[in-house]
């Protein structure tokens, strides 16, 4: 990409993203800009106000990519007049046929939009965070733009439909955190690459390079058992026992398990950390005991944000949860009114306002000691995007002026502080905050027991193809437990075994909540094919994008094409006919890394072969 000064453009060799505005507080400046060159780039400067906007450009290089870096800052401002968001908009986004829309926590999903699209009013598609890439109608691959750093702002993108295409808006939100007058962004990459999925992990290493912390990546895999997705909340010591000594059984015959996770229901509410239900006489410390013994890292689930109005901690402590802005009551994060109670009493779950020294406190020592005096090793965070939610628009904390990201990693920085090195999966977790600190990243819905639906295999279909690039770079990815059981669902066994192999081939984190003294001889051989030697080995999508927004170029319709690397016999290749009807057809060598492969095959089948 170039810089344009004379149009004002950023000038690459597929598209030209011109008619950049600034935006403040959401608002156009429509003054004229001054644009000159400086030392090691160019800066516009719009007068606003009695102050000024200024966007700083250069040239940089991303992972041997030569492209452009900006910023935008905002100075003239009175200090004491609050600032909601800060950025520009990019009228024209060239000839794009498609753009990437980046969910901002886990649950929030990422795909792939057509301009078209914008029209339907579809608001998920008009809305993204943290970056996009912009994939040009002529040529191959495309243009990434994303902020380098996530641990300060919040970063939103906006999309709307312009003439000839679509306008692109990407925005620091400011939350009010005080200034000086000169309010300043982080940087942003902005660059093109030759080749889809590639281009987004350069972005991905450009944030690794940029985060004050490296990333916690490994190469040995995250894998073992979880007990949601077969005992959800009906769980005991007795029947956690029982599950023990499956999985005990299955890596003595040497499957390479590592974690074994109790997940949500042994407390009684939420918030209420420290207690424990009475189907867990022992308390919770022996039980890991016997989890270390059974030689598996021993895990627990906890959703530290979360704190139940029927909880004890709420009676005890109202004044320690997040308060809304216009009245003198909490926020509420969900509700749950009718026959449904998430197995607990609470009908509100409210937010932890971490800034209150006491609530910090407590919190603090609820992750100090089940480290340290029960012994948990594996920390499962859920409902995290509950302490990034919510703004000064609507959210008052006991301390002001800090963005909702600053408040967010306060208590992210606590539980790694307290948890030691530990290992930590966040879920339901922004994306890119936590780099540094987390291990392993959910990137996408519960699972379900159904093809389609709201809890299903379509998110997993959805993000994992669009979030896998990050991968071993930033965190392990976690598409969540597959499901082995031969019964119990609505799934077929093509489903279950293709879902399982989209799942497991990806390379990050493998996790089963099935009684593995229970399944069958087949579905543990598939286990155990997918366990492989333990190694967390990434793979690759090189369809990724190819069919949006245009006629399909290789006439391999919904056909998902994955390729694993660097196993010790040689390459796998994948293919998985997601769609609902036969597919049938030649899938060329550009495609499969090797020679082209002839294939028929059924709706949700897939064909695995060595490249």
Known sequence: ???????????????????????????????????????????????????????????????????????????????????SALGIEIGHAGSARAFLRTGYHSWDGSFYVAPERLASGDEKARTGYAMTQLLPREGEGGVVLGALRHDRFQHRFGFRPATDGFAVVTEALWDHAPHDGNAVSEWFALFEHAAVEEGLRAWARAVAEASPLPPRVSDERITGWCSWYNLYAAITEENLLDHLEGARRAKAEGLPLRVFQIDDGFTPEMGD????????????????????????????????????????????????????????????????????????????????????????????????????????????????????????????????????????????????????????????????????????????????????????????????????????????????????????????????????????????????????????????????RLLGDGRARPCDFPRLGAAVGRPDPDGLGDLIVQRVRGLPDGDLVSLFNASDRPFEGTVPASVTGGAARTVSLHPHETLVFRS
Request: charged share 25%; hydrophobic share 45%.
């Open 1 to 83: 990409m170039q810089f344009d000064a004379d149009a004002l453009a950023f000038q690459g060799s597929t598209l030209c993203l011109s008619d950049i505005v600034p935006l403040i507080d959401g608002a156009a400046v429509r003054t004229a800009p001054v644009v000159r060159q400086e030392a090691g780039g160019w800066a516009a400067e719009w007068p606003a106000g009695n102050g000024r906007f200024r966007l700083e450009v250069e040239g940089r290089d991303f992972d041997g990519t030569a492209g452009l870096a900006f910023r935008f800052a905002l100075d003239g401002l009175p200090p004491d007049q609050p600032l």
């Open 273 to 528: 950390w420290l207690e424990v239900k009475p189907q867990f006489p022992r308390g919770m410390a022996p039980l890991l005991a016997d989890i270390a013994a059974a030689g598996f890292v021993p895990g627990l689930w906890i959703a530290p944000f979360l704190v139940g109005n029927r909880s004890r901690l709420y009676r005890d402590h109202p004044d320690w949860v997040v308060r809304q802005r216009d009245r003198d009551a909490p926020v509420v994060y969900s509700k749950f009114y009718g026959e449904f109670r998430w197995h607990k009493r609470s009908e509100e779950y409210y937010v932890l306002d971490v800034t209150h020294p006491a609530a910090e406190a407590y919190i603090r020592g609820v992750f100090r000691t089940w480290a340290r005096d029960w012994g948990c090793r594996y920390f499962k965070t859920d409902f995290m995007n509950a302490g990034s939610e919510f703004g000064p628009d609507c959210a008052r904390w006991h301390r002001d002026g800090l963005t909702r990201i600053e408040v967010w990693m306060r208590m992210a920085r606590l539980i790694r502080g307290e948890i030691g090195d530990a290992l930590w999966l966040g879920c339901g977790s922004p994306i890119f905050a936590p780099v540094g600190l987390v291990d392993a990243m959910r990137i996408g819905r519960d699972i379900g027991v159904s093809w389609s639906g709201h809890q299903s295999a379509e998110s997993l279909l959805r993000d994992q193809t669009t979030r896998s690039f990050a991968n071993g770079i930033l965190w392990q990815a976690d598409p969540d437990c597959i499901l082995l059981r031969d019964r119990f669902h609505e799934l077929s066994d093509t489903e279950v075994e293709s879902l399982a192999l989209f799942a497991g081939l990806a390379g990050g984190v493998l996790m089963t909540s099935d009684h593995l003294g229970e399944i069958s001889s087949a579905r543990m051989a598939l286990l155990r």
